[in-house]
């Protein structure tokens, strides 16, 4: 069809572009962690009706100063809290704000601002002793204060994230103009954002870094720059119609999505690189460029449509995983590799029918004969050397996994944003000075004037808190009730105060604080958690999870869809922890059994196909010996590697086996059939894993650590797949075939 139409194909592909290219005027993204989690997750259910009602996050200020209960401190304070709340630039985006400063306002009658500096610091520092709460606002040495703003509920992603940055830049413009004290911001949409504008800054430099490499390699390998040309024009127009199609089913691009489009060029290149070096090889023998194209097509053919197969599987099994991230993932790199293999072996063709090679055939180009010779003599030694090779690599197979079983697992901010930037460093000052402010919610449903019901919560509250060193605080409206009455009553048991006793105290509530406590008939327990790992984040979980299983709550519902009602950052960052091992596993044992499926139905010989995952099955155990040698651990990234290894590895291993075959028809000669496999496929096989190589590599330039340690992973993997394949490979066959003749 192609031969017959290359015009009418070229034009089809055009149109097919510019609807694509509308799909990526509508893509969205997304820095959020819930993401990463089905969305009838209870977690994820939990976090989206919290945010819904109570406000989408806390963001946090550390103010620093030589003593903070000083009163020129105390109305800087104020007067920072003052413009949050009123600012028209970021109206309407804080709810509420918290911090000694406001507790002492809220505590003491008059106006505490007109006072001398003298009086008004004895009124401080008697309502710091008096009023527990105020500790959790100032540092033991009292140098470093707290401010905590509750975001509105209801902003729009767009609105959310715009203000967000304006509340940054007014905090940073308030710091300048005072002197007296030193403000860093974090929190959770603080900490988004940052992370938003890495994938940003990503992708204006990784993408083109990418390209300029291809450029480099593809120059190196044909040396005209109309096969460069073709060869990016295709593999950018699978980028373009992968991301397209994402648009248009209006899928979020996430953090992890960043990887989609150096991983399709470094990947796609592979089957133009195929398909041009055989039309050269069969230009050179019958000098007709249809004839060249068509016997391309039918021998090289067969080897690109089963590498994608398997390449697509290999991606295909991140659908399994327990992550809907990792899925799409999986989903978009296996359209856009279908895509490169179906313009690889369509659209390309008919570029070079439409360009033609002149009236006479294009002189041969004396290309890589130091590849070609270089190739050879790893065949002849591979083939001599065979058993001590494959014995050494199975004895450094065995060691790297014993040695690599105890990799640990990571999931954090940390994961996706460097520890130098802003928001981090400010995250880990709070870790130092106030134990940690992650926020861990749970959310309860019941009749809140009810003594039961508030006495319900005030258990599992305490409770939670007994459970892990990890939770340092809470706070809930049967704390404050609690606390506010035993200041007016004395020491008195809950349950003993009335309804309406109950309602007055709910009174003496600021009204913004108590809509941050209680909505209707829901209400919010927060629990403070310090967190230095993900491991961490899953304890305080558990705790609270544990806690609401154990308890018969009578008056009060705590779950949904029969789960915990626990939600929060720690718990998705830990929750998605907890299931990347498990997801590894279950992609890694699929994408291994489809592959092998696949090649041996293909090559109609188990043993064949099982010699084609050779490569992999010693790469996916070496790959956490080189984990645990760079000191890192599993992350949502590098979990998927393992199947990435599968699904791109494999084609080494297909191409030299299909070439194999193909030499060994004609010749009958196994020492010649390898030597010359190695030679003929091994120059495409160099320049497709130098591509895929160097593509992963340029990932490693990115400044989100999860990205950097995946894309240097993956490019050290596929390095040891391709050596793997060219050196072992050649030397089983050669014995297989010489037990097969014998």
Not at 138 to 159: C, D, Y
Not at 516 to 537: G, H
């Amino acid at each position: 069809m192609v031969l017959r139409r290359p015009i009418a194909t070229v034009a089809l592909v055009i149109i097919v572009t510019a609807v694509m290219a509308y799909g990526v005027t509508r893509l969205s993204t997304t820095t959020e962690f819930k993401e990463f989690l089905p969305k009838d997750s209870p977690a994820v259910i939990t976090t989206d009706e919290f945010e819904n009602k109570f406000g989408s996050a806390t963001e946090l200020i550390l103010l620093r100063a030589e003593n903070v209960l000083r009163a020129e401190v105390f109305r800087t304070i104020l007067d920072l809290e003052n413009l949050i709340m009123n600012s028209p630039e970021i109206e309407n985006y804080a709810e509420t704000t918290t911090s000694y400063a406001t507790i002492v306002t809220r505590s003491v009658p008059g106006n505490l601002e007109t006072l001398p500096d003298a009086q008004l610091e004895v009124i401080i520092l008697n309502a710091f002793n008096g009023y527990p709460e105020m500790r959790k606002f100032v540092n033991e040495n009292q140098t470093v204060a707290l401010i905590t703003i509750s975001t509105s509920p209801g902003m729009s992603k767009n609105e959310r994230n715009e203000k967000t940055q304006k509340f940054v830049d007014l905090v940073k413009e308030f710091d300048e103009n005072r002197a007296e004290v030193e403000l860093e911001v974090t929190g959770d949409l603080v900490v988004s954002n940052e992370i938003h504008g890495l994938m940003d800054r990503d992708n204006k430099v990784l993408i083109p870094a990418a390209v300029v490499l291809l450029l480099l390699i593809l120059f190196a390998m044909f040396k005209r720059m109309s096969d460069i040309g073709i060869s990016l024009l295709v593999v950018g127009i699978c980028a373009l119609w992968a991301v397209g199609t994402m648009g248009l089913l209006q899928m979020e691009f996430t953090m992890i999505h960043v990887a989609l489009i150096p991983l399709i060029l470094g990947l796609g290149i592979d089957y133009s690189i195929h398909m041009l070096n055989r039309y050269y090889e069969e230009l050179e023998k019958h000098g007709k460029s249809r004839t060249a194209v068509i016997s391309s097509v039918r021998t090289t053919g067969f080897a690109v449509v089963l590498a994608a197969v398997t390449t697509i599987i290999g991606f295909g099994s991140f659908m399994v995983s327990d992550l809907p991230a990792i899925g799409t993932l999986g989903v978009f790199a296996a359209l856009g590799i279908g895509f490169s293999f179906l313009l690889s072996t369509c659209f390309l063709p008919a570029l070079l029918l439409l360009r033609g090679e002149g009236s006479h055939v294009r002189k041969k180009v004396e290309r890589g004969k130091a590849v070609d010779r270089a190739l050879g003599r790893v065949a002849r030694f591979s083939e001599r050397h065979g058993k001590i090779l494959v014995g050494v690599a199975l004895l450094l197979a065995v060691a790297s996994a014993v040695w690599g079983s105890s990799v640990s697992t990571e999931m954090s901010f940390k994961t996706f944003l460097p520890s130098d930037v802003p928001s981090m460093v400010a995250m880990d000052h709070l870790s130092d000075e106030f134990g940690g402010r992650y926020v861990m919610v749970v959310l309860a449903h019941g009749d809140f004037s009810d003594p039961m019901a508030l006495r319900e919560m005030l258990e599992v509250e305490n409770a939670v808190l007994g459970r892990g060193e990890t939770i340092t605080g809470s706070l809930s409206l049967a704390s404050r009730i609690r606390d506010i009455a035993n200041r007016l009553y004395g020491p008195v048991p809950i349950e003993n105060l009335t309804r309406e006793q109950i309602d007055a105290l709910k009174g003496m509530i600021e009204e913004k604080e108590r809509n941050k406590l209680v909505k209707d008939n829901t209400a919010v327990i927060y629990f403070y958690v310090n967190a230095k790992s993900d491991k961490d984040m899953a304890s305080a979980s558990r705790a609270a999870r544990d806690v609401i299983r154990e308890k018969e709550l009578t008056f009060t519902e705590m779950t949904v869809n029969g789960e915990p009602s626990v939600g929060g950052i720690p718990v998705i960052i830990g929750d998605i922890s907890e299931s990347i091992s498990a997801g590894m596993m279950k992609t890694t044992v699929l994408a291994i059994l489809l592959c092998l499926l696949v090649v041996a139905i293909a090559f109609r010989s188990i043993i064949l196909g099982a010699i084609t995952l050779v490569p992999l099955g010693l790469t996916v155990a070496w790959e956490f010996g080189a984990i645990k040698i760079m000191g890192w651990s599993m992350d949502i990234l590098t979990m998927g590697i393992s199947s990435l290894i599968i699904g791109v590895g494999i084609d080494y291993g297909i191409h030299i086996v299909c070439r194999f075959l193909e030499e060994r028809k004609r010749s009958g000669d196994p020492a010649a059939s390898v030597t010359s496999a190695a030679v003929s496929v091994g120059r495409a096989l160099t320049a497709a894993a130098a591509t895929t190589v160097g593509v992963f590599g340029i990932l490693a330039l990115s400044r989100m650590p999860a990205l950097m340690r995946f894309g240097t992973l993956t490019a050290l993997l596929i390095s040891f797949t391709f050596a793997s394949a060219i050196v072992l490979v050649p030397s089983i066959l050669f014995v297989w075939s010489k037990r097969r003749t014998a």
